[in-house]
């Protein structure tokens, strides 16, 4: 099955290791946050029910616990190749996926880096179409390789569009 989302004769590019850790970041303070209201507002208005607070409060730990380890495979799953007429891109553990852009389809190439990614020194880099549904993002990139592919698929992408 690994065949079906391995182009031919290239090597992935995997995403910067910062990347695992700002996931398991966010990650985690969503599920505090998603636990934290009701166990709140159960020590407030039922003092009595304290134990299924804490019970709450248990439940986010085993889950955050649980995702901290899942999110090393799907962050692993995340690559890219650059081939000579397509970027390929592949993520998902469960559901897995494989785009493939061709260069002369393109027609913005984006970077992007949130305050929490430039605290982990990351960037993404989100490839426009003309058709919504292929566009492609790549998240979890070093600044450095993210500026570098954006010039190669800008550059890439002019060149092949000249041949329309």
Request: a neutral charge.
């Amino acid at each position: 099955m690994d065949e079906l989302f391995a182009p031919p004769a290239y090597e992935w590019r995997r995403l910067a290791p910062g990347f695992l850790w700002l996931r398991r970041l966010t990650d985690a303070i969503g599920w505090l946050v998603l636990f934290t209201i009701p166990a709140v507002l159960l020590l407030i208005f039922f003092r009595e029910l304290w134990w299924l607070s804490a019970l709450l409060w248990l439940a986010a730990v085993v889950i955050i616990a649980l995702r901290y380890h899942f999110l090393r495979r799907s962050c692993r799953s995340w690559g890219y190749v650059e081939r000579e007429d397509d970027l390929y891109i592949t993520h998902g553990v469960w559901f897995r996926s494989l785009t493939a852009v061709p260069y002369g389809r393109m027609q913005l190439v984006e970077v992007e880096s949130g305050p929490l990614e430039r605290l982990f020194k990351l960037a993404s880099v989100t490839l426009k179409t003309a058709s919504p549904g292929t566009d492609a993002r790549i998240p979890g990139l070093d600044p450095v390789e993210a500026a570098r592919l954006r010039d190669q698929l800008t550059e890439l992408g002019e060149a092949h569009a000249s041949g329309l």
